[in-house]
């Protein structure tokens, strides 16, 4: 990652553990009226907690000015350990204050449901989890042909219900509803959240595109373009969140990096891979279906606008390759050494394109059946590579271990930048 954007991730989490909760603290300490001293810490860790948790909820909306300044998959991350955190302090909240009738009832209930998604939520929507943790990546592996991701979204939801819960919880107290400015800002920010939320439902169903062709153009692998009905900030190496509103199963958004550089035609292609119910499902989708493109995201051509390099170097596998070459695309006069590999040649995506930017002589690519060696990409990295970034697109494991070689190789960290397919 990026310096900058290391700059801004840290400040995106003390604002999220500091400045978000700070407001309710002051407004609830303030207010508290003496008689409740003794409690008073736990008090503020159950209003801790609460901003934490619309905080986690308003990122869950995927807000795109989040998504630009550190990226969906970091925004995620702080959506789950601050979801996590959330919880512990909940969880003593809830041990330590006495409580009774609706008040203790809707506390009770909101908790036991945020720790039993919060323990299903780790292993089934925790990508930056499971990514890391090789036990809990097994877990979801060996369970997931039943708790398909559809399922785990659904059941995710239900974390909605419990902060409701909450809401009401707090509004039930007498003496907390007595603190006006707490009283007001406590519901201010949670309808913003709340209708923040609910508009994402309503975008989901607002028209923005239609299929113009569904091609199968490898085995397993379908090419989708899209005509946009209006203009979306769309850059190179981004993704788009795909839904056919109209079409059964099909309804829930899911993500796909573009292949060419957004122009003035408002088109857009992507490339599929059949991995799961949805993407297979594609194959049965007719031209003229109405679709549901939200986007751009990502952080690809950012990262390159950012170092102003002389040399791009992209590490690319399989399907991995899509995104990086849109970049390819979008940025003709930068200088560019692309190392892709894939597991068969049957899986050679866009030779045509390759053939077309080898026209160039600021253009190399090195195709290979089966990984590269550390070797063959060290002979060819520039002598001085202060002025290279490297893109990689990929499986996790390839990523993360051409991260530690390129390391190895003399590549600072600030150099390198992995978009990962999931999260
Ligand atoms: C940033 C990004 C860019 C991507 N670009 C491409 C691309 O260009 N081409 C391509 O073939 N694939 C791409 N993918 C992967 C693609 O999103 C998944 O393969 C697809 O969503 C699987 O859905 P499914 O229902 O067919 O399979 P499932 O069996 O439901 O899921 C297979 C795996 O995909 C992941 N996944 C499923 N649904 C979602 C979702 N809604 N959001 C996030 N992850 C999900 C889960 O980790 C799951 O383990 C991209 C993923 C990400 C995160």
Redesign the pocket.
Known sequence: MLNSNRYLLGLTWLVAIFLVPFPFVQTLSAGLPAIYNQDKTMILFGTIAYSWMLLAMYISTRPKWLDRLIG??NAYMIHGILSLAAIVLAYLHKSNLRSDGWIKLTGNWALYLFIGLGLYSMIFMA?WLTNRVPALRWI?QSL?RVF???VS?LIHRLNVVATGLIFIHVLLIPYIRQIVPFTVLFVAASLFVFGAYAMTFVHRRLITAKLINNVEIKPN?RQLTLKLHKHLDIYPGD?V?LSFPKVKLMK????????NAPSDSNELV???????????QLATIQVNESVVINGG??MYQSVINENHPDNLMIIAGG?GI??LLSIVDGNPDLKTTIFYSVSNENNLLYQDKFDQWEQRDNFRVFRQIGRFNQEAIANRLPKNTQKTVVLIGGPDKMGTQWIKNLRRLGVRRSQIYY?????
């Open positions: 969906l998959p990508g979801k997931e398909k991701h559809e979204i692998v993704f969140f829930e958004p899911h993500p796909f990096s573009i292949v992507l490339a599929i891979r059949g991995d799961g119910d949805f993407t297979r995201f990502g399907i899509v995104p978009e990962r397919f999931s999260w």
